[in-house]
């Protein structure tokens, strides 16, 4: 008996450390996995130089890609209106089809080649003229800034002195850097400068393959979103399935409203600020319109960006217009923020303000301006599902799921599954005051969770 009760001890033992040991053993893989994953990406070279040439090899098929995804609510408007009058004059309903996709694709593109071209016709003269201008008159408006500045501190010496004193320091340093940096590099400029000419063709003629691979995934979309479909439905068991077809409608939902949303936000802003600019008189009108619109498309950050190196060219013209246009840049961005960009955007991505700056922040720093561009869309996105998946935890462990249940919740109460705040339960005075103040808290609850299974 003594060395049955033994082994049963021993046996228990070892049960209770298994899950430890388990535990332990996934820690560690993990970790290991991670530095692994760390010093294959930053520290094996081969590596990133093998990631670059897949990018570069990927490039026409990423840009046919983007240019069907963007283009794709155009053709499925044109079809809503094309197909129903196709089917009443063509009996065979799969040749009326064809024959509306094919007119809808063309359409589709010749409609937004139309929009670039109408756009490029009418911004690039105004912005040669700007430019033009501006290299023109720059020096004089430079020596005219540089009075202005002298006249206004001649009535102080010492200013005057220390400001002289920066600009001979600055030209020093100027000259000593065309003479021992620049000059030595104008070879390195010319070949940067033949190299970047080079990259340029080959990019025109990615986005000529682009186009004719855009043409194919819109005229056989409804193939590829079956066969996705197909593949998910094979791989993975039915509820995961389900879901995993769900979160990408989800995703396709926040960044089709995102970014077409931005998009005309900022085409609305473009125009807005040419016409008060046209009639405020400011110089360079076109080409700051073309910069504000242009970097709107940045979230939070972009009309900062655009109304900095807009202020600098207006200010060397007139400094007096330089302020007006930052006091109208700053009431022009609180219009878009809290109006137009609200009734366009709506709550398209669900973030609050402060996971905006952060999508923006970590996106920028590791795709650059593209990163910034769609990182909000891609957090957003993340978001919904770790929220989702969080919600479904809090459900099987029958909580609350709305975060203020959980604001003056300072512990569980494991035995009746509830929220406790210390504080309330301080003030109740008698223990049927604490188990009745308990059970209206848990009934209330019960009644939320029943209300968001109903909804």
Known sequence: MEEQEKEQIEERANWNIKPYLAVGLISFLVITGSIA???LIYRYHGFTQILDKIMVILQP????????????????FEERHLLPIALQKIKNQQKAKKLVRVTSVAGALLFVALVIGVLLQMVIPELYKSINGMIGTLPKQVNGFMDWLSDYVSSDSE???????????????????AKTEFLPQTKNIV??????????????????????????????????????????????????????????????EIFGGFISGKILDSLIIGILCFICLYFLKMPYSVLVSVIVGVTNVIPFFGPYLGAVPSTILIMLANPIQGLYFVIFILILQQVDGNIIGPKILGDSTGLSSFWVVFAILVGGGIFGIPGMIIGVPIFAVIFYI?????????????????????ILADRL????????CSQEEEGLKTPEDKKKKSLERKAGIKGKLKKRKKS
């Open 37 to 39: 994953f760390f010093f």
């Open 61 to 76: 098929i990423t840009i046919g890609l983007v240019l069907a995804y963007l283009v794709t609510p155009v053709v499925n």
């Open 159 to 177: 200013i005057s002195g220390y400001l002289e004193i920066g600009l001979t320091k600055g030209t020093e340093f100027f000259e000593n850097w």
């Open 191 to 252: 070949a940067g400068v033949t190299t970047g000419v080079i990259n340029a063709v080959k990019i025109l003629f990615n986005v000529v393959i682009g186009i004719i691979i855009s043409i194919y995934v819109l005229m056989s979309k409804e193939n590829f979103i079956g066969q996705s479909k197909k593949l998910v439905y094979a791989v993975f068991p039915g509820k995961k399935a389900n879901a995993i077809i769900h979160t990408v409608h989800k995703s396709n």
């Open 386 to 406: 770790i929220r989702n998946i969080l919600n479904y935890v809090l459900e099987v462990k029958r909580l609350p799921q709305d975060s203020e249940s959980y």
């Open 413 to 420: 109460d494991i035995e009746r599954n509830v929220l406790v």
